[in-house]
């Protein structure tokens, strides 16, 4: 099993040199300058170069990369063109907390009550109750994330008056945001569950245990719970990103100064360090939580973490 | 002229036939009660526009200690019978009537929650598939103590005494390594031990094994058919061995039951059945058993399929496939020809009639 | 059951009715007609379809269904809610809205199943190439997906979509790239799993030529894996679409596409609320049809689930 880890960590590096180095590129193969085109030419020719000189613009561009890779290493992203000379890497730090309030309430919430959802819609199947969790499942993941967070904040902000919408001034501000993308998340793990669950209960270790004379109760317990929830596990990683694309949009519209909406800010002035920043950070971020699965997985289920046996 | 009716009168009558009928008579004629007896009992499988006529009247007996061996085909109903009777029988089975019998008591109709309790207790089963019939997110040890825990009042460390005790029993060595083990560790004979330990964990009248040595590889197959026979004297449990294969039956069995489209069509001992056997489905069965020993090179079949069983054929359900069919075995479903005291045959074959009919035409001859 | 008397004639040989042993109680179908029929069985299944193309067909000709064109605008009739003559209302421009959320739908769509269909194109070709090629070059191919897969398909997107000049055609492009990764693994996997199964060992043993078995075997059994994943893969293009034009990057005023609508729609939520609910409208329904019929596609063509 370290093979296997340590194979999946060099993906990971892998994977981020590929999307910084793409990115990168990217960015400079762009047309225009981060900068603003007037204001910049009003300055004289020296004073011009003076600017590009600051933010690494002159040199050729492999020089710039490599002068990148190994800022990055130190954990500088250079600095921000959008926010006049503050440190990427500052700007995101300060950021992250809102995101991370949102995106795990969020996915804690999504988590429990899809769950619930799931096991209850697979042990009533075919009734009215298992209808009803899949309408709720196929809305869920149907409806688009930033709809779900219009019409919330339409109804629950502005309509009804019950929640705060718009600045991010208590607790009570990520609320709504959280609600927004926890329906996604409900919508995913209720289905899986139910799928997974709906299997189980086919299975002939369900049979034996009926065999033995235990009651439905204890069977649900101890023997279809624990082998339907153990795969969830595996589409967090799916959920993960819908949680990270869904914040673009949801922290946008309800002003949540979070990393989603720096993003989109930053594409919108084409703010290069930032932009380039903010992709290492989610690709990075992404491939993490990939791979912390991954491991969990491996750890949780003993037939994967227990060799088999030898005849 | 001997009419039919009143022979089996006179068999009913005769005490010394006790077998193979389910009749509420024998029980009033002071007869000794069998340990599992089921009388006429009919299941069947209800989807939204068929229902699938499992069982059609199935009737056996089982003693103390004996062997019962259900042989057929996929599809002959032999798994539903015995699923029936622990209340197994997925949410479409229904049983639609009959009895059934254990150790006096009549547990047809009886509640679900009572049911469970004699579930593992009294009565259980293991079923074909060793790998998927066990947990696998649990230890093996953990599964076993859970039949002990649901059923008998234990302290912790007497289960797992116990737990240590049967899988000893079952001939699994290093029981204390093997207690806090999962299912994928063992081997498939292993693991088919494991399931019999659960079994029996808490001394059953009856043990009901659902095919299970099909999915194992022949030389554990002989292995397990032996723990069960020395089991079974060790801890007087009677047993109903449902299979396909016959060798398996010539092994371990007392009484032999045939059954096919729902029916049980010839039913006796195992050297009746073997050396005897009356019924054209079961001559077929013998005969398509590879012999190694003489005989041709060509493998015998009986050709054709299982009947379908929504639509169940009106008379004799072997009709379409057997050779020697008559007319009647077409229209009327055959009534049981009692052979001997314990060996019966649903076939027209073996009524008066046609063995007149027969002997009319040899004298042609 | 004692319904006939048991007479001596009966007791004769029947006559031997050879085709009744070998009868086969239901007629056969063949792998499509089965998956058909077990789709047109799922109500839910065939009232997505049904709405769906209702929805295309509006989607096409709902413009024309009043006299009122998607870009015409009147500024003496702005912001007018849903009424008789503008069945959906006006914009801020007094375009009508109707003809706007049609036009729209359309925009979406197409750029959706163009995407989809480029996705599929490539998909199923490095997929198919790659199981097929089979040894070292699979092994290499198979490790540039991976590493694709890694990164999030938005950011690739939001990428290529800042590089390349503005414009559908781009949009396309950029999705089509991010999503092919997905309908290659899927397609390399089927075919791994049908190149050995026993009947194309029989196929080979029979003789057939590599080709045949190809044309005949492989690529009919990879369709229905194919056709589901094209199903979510349009609901998946119309997403991203509508997405980043709800944003801001992607279609932007004056073209229309559901994003865009949702978006301006979004920007007056405090007046005029409509013109957000009808675009919702339109997208949810989209997405819950195609999410519905993936469904039970995916039902219809699974082997396991004969009734």
């Known amino acids: ?311 | 002229m001997e009419s039919f009716f009143s022979a089996s009168e006179r068999g009913r009558n005769n005490k010394e036939f006790r077998n193979f009928t389910g009749n509420a008579a024998v029980q009033k004629w002071g007869q000794k009660m069998s340990l599992l007896e089921v009388s006429d009992l009919r299941i069947s499988l209800r989807t939204h526009d068929d229902a699938v006529r499992a069982v059609r009247g199935v009737s056996f007996s089982l003693e103390p200690k004996e062997t019962l061996a259900i042989v057929g085909e996929s599809g002959s109903g032999k798994s539903m019978t015995v699923k029936g009777i622990m209340k197994l029988l997925p949410k479409t089975g229904r049983i639609e009537s009959g009895k059934i019998v254990l150790d006096g008591r009549d547990i047809t109709r009886c509640s679900e929650r009572r049911m469970r309790r004699l579930n593992g207790s009294e009565i259980s089963m293991i079923f074909q598939d060793p790998m998927t019939s066990l947990n696998p997110t649990m230890t093996v040890g953990k599964q076993i103590m859970e039949v002990l825990r649901e059923h008998e009042k234990m302290s912790r460390p007497a289960m797992k005494a116990r737990t240590l005790e049967l899988l000893g029993l079952v001939g699994i060595s290093y029981p204390e390594k093997r207690f806090s083990q999962y299912p994928h560790q063992l081997s498939g004979g292993m693991r088919q031990r494991v399931v019999i330990a659960m079994a029996l964990a808490c001394n059953p009248k009856v043990l009901v094994a659902d095919e299970p040595t099909t999915a194992l590889d022949v030389t554990i197959q002989a292995q397990i058919l032996d723990l069960m026979k020395s089991l079974q004297s060790r801890i007087s449990t009677s047993i109903i061995l449902i299979t396909h294969n016959l060798g398996v039956v010539a092994n371990i069995a007392d009484k032999v039951a045939v059954m096919y489209g729902g029916k049980i069509v010839e039913s006796g001992t195992v050297e009746e059945i073997f050396y005897g056997a009356q019924h054209p489905y079961t001559l077929g069965l013998i005969a398509s058993i590879p012999k190694i020993h003489g005989g041709s090179a060509e493998l015998k079949a009986i050709p054709g399929t299982p009947p379908d069983l929504t639509d169940p054929p009106k008379g004799c359900p072997f009709a379409p496939r057997c050779e020697k069919a008559m007319k009647v075995c077409r229209l009327i479903p055959p009534e049981d020809t009692r052979i001997t005291a314990t060996h019966r045959s649903a076939c027209w074959l073996q009524h008066p009639l046609a063995r007149r009919a027969a002997g009319k035409e040899g004298n042609h001859e | 059951m004692q319904g006939m008397e048991l007479t001596e004639d009966l007791f004769v040989p029947a006559e031997a009715g050879a085709g009744e042993r070998e009868k086969i109680a239901r007629p056969t179908r063949s792998g499509f007609q089965d998956a058909w029929i077990r789709l047109k069985r799922n109500k839910g299944a065939v009232v997505a379809l049904v709405l769906l193309l209702a929805l295309v067909v509006l989607a096409f000709l709902g413009p024309s269904f009043t006299r009122f064109d998607y870009y015409t605008t009147d500024y003496g009739a702005i912001f007018q809610p849903p009424n008789a003559v503008h069945w959906f209302g006006t914009d801020k421009f007094g375009r009508d809205e109707w003809s706007r959320v049609w036009y729209g739908t359309r925009i979406s769509l197409l750029i959706a199943v163009v995407a989809a269909a480029l996705d599929l194109l490539v998909g199923v070709t490095y997929g198919s190439v790659s199981a097929l090629l089979g040894g070292m070059a699979d092994a290499v191919m198979q490790r540039v997906i991976e590493v694709l897969i890694g990164i999030p398909n938005l950011i690739i997107v939001i990428l290529l979509m800042m590089v390349m000049p503005a414009g559908i055609g781009t949009l396309i492009i950029a999705m089509s790239i991010s999503g092919w990764a997905n309908m290659a693994r899927l397609v390399r996997a089927e075919i791994l799993k049908l190149k050995n199964q026993e009947f194309v060992l029989a196929a080979r043993l029979l003789g057939t030529p590599d080709r045949r078995i190809i044309l005949r075997h492989l690529i009919p059994n990879t369709m229905g894996v194919i056709v589901i994943n094209t199903m979510f893969t349009i609901p998946s293009a119309i997403f991203t679409e509508a997405f980043l034009s709800f944003i801001g990057i992607g279609l932007q005023e004056p073209k229309a596409s559901l994003g865009v609508l949702i978006n301006s729609g979004f920007q007056v939520i405090n007046s005029h609320v409509f013109l957000l609910f009808v675009p919702a409208a339109v997208i949810v329904l989209i997405m819950v049809c195609f999410s519905i019929l993936g469904d039970g596609l995916r039902d219809a063509f699974d082997p396991q689930m004969r009734t």
Request: proline content about 5%; glycine content about 6%; overall charge positive.
């Open chain 1, 1 to 311: 099993m370290k093979k296997y880890i340590l194979k999946r960590i060099v993906y990971l590096l892998v994977t981020l040199l590929v999307i910084m180095t793409a990115t990168f590129f990217l960015m400079h193969s762009l047309p225009g300058t981060p900068f603003d085109e007037d204001k910049i030419s009003r300055l004289s020719a020296e004073q011009q170069r003076q600017i590009y000189a600051a933010y690494g613009l002159d040199q050729p561009v492999y020089i710039q990369y490599f002068k990148y890779l190994a800022n990055v290493f130190r954990g500088d992203f250079g600095t921000s063109t959008l926010y006049s000379g503050q440190p990427v890497a500052g700007i995101l730090a300060a950021r992250i907390v809102p995101s991370a309030l949102v995106g795990i309430q969020a996915v804690l919430a999504g988590l429990a009550v899809g769950l619930i959802l799931g096991v209850v819609a697979a042990y009533r199947h075919n009734t009215p109750l298992d209808y009803l969790t899949m309408v709720i499942s196929v809305l869920g993941i149907s409806v688009p994330n930033f709809v779900v967070a219009a019409l919330l904040q339409y109804f629950f902000g502005l309509k009804w008056r019950l929640l705060p919408v718009a600045y991010w001034e208590s607790y009570a501000s990520s609320i709504l945001p959280s609600l927004a993308l926890s329906f996604g998340v409900i919508a995913q793990i209720a289905r899986f569950v139910r799928t997974e669950m709906l299997t189980v209960l086919q299975q002939d270790y369900i049979l034996t245990a009926k065999a033995k004379g235990l009651s439905p109760a204890k069977i649900l317990v101890r023997h279809a719970l624990r082998n339907s929830l153990l795969p969830v596990i595996t589409i967090l990683g799916a959920i993960t990103v819908n949680v990270l694309t869904g914040s673009l949009a949801v922290e946008s519209i309800y002003g949540v100064p979070g990393i989603g909406s720096l993003f989109v800010d930053t594409i919108k002035a084409n703010d290069y360090s930032t932009i380039l920043g903010l992709t290492v950070f989610y690709s990075a971020f992404y491939v993490v939580v990939i791979l912390i699965i991954d491991i969990l997985y491996c750890v949780i289920d003993p037939r994967i973490r227990l060799a088999p046996a030898k005849e």
